[in-house]
């Protein structure tokens, strides 16, 4: 796998477009500032868990994207503990 490419849209609104491309050095910086586990030939199978556990288990897990006024945004996937809410993994648009 050469890069992953991550694209956020929405049917309703076309000026909805968030794309990040995440390569192996990218990946690299990532593992180390969000602590992950892992390499990064086993990050696109960890992206898809991520999504399927929001869209399967929303009691459990969910995904928030803040949006800055600048145009970037960052979306997280957080894991509700009951008594935590713990952010999983953090992707930066």
């Known amino acids: 796998m050469n890069s992953l490419k991550v694209e956020l849209t929405s049917e309703t ?18 593992k ?3 602590k ?7 990050f696109l ?13 929303p009691q459990n897990y969910f995904a928030v994207l803040f949006m800055e006024r600048d145009g970037f945004a960052k979306m997280n996937f957080v894991e509700n503990m009951e008594y935590k809410f713990l952010e999983l993994l953090s992707l930066d648009f």
Request: proline residues 0%; glycine residues 2%.
């Open 13 to 30: 609104d076309l000026f909805f477009n968030y794309i990040v491309t995440i390569d192996e050095d990218t990946f690299i910086k990532m």
């Open 32 to 34: 180390d500032e969000q």
């Open 36 to 42: 992950l586990n892992g390499d990064y030939h086993n």
């Open 45 to 57: 199978d960890l992206v898809v868990k991520m999504v399927d556990r929001c869209q399967n288990e």
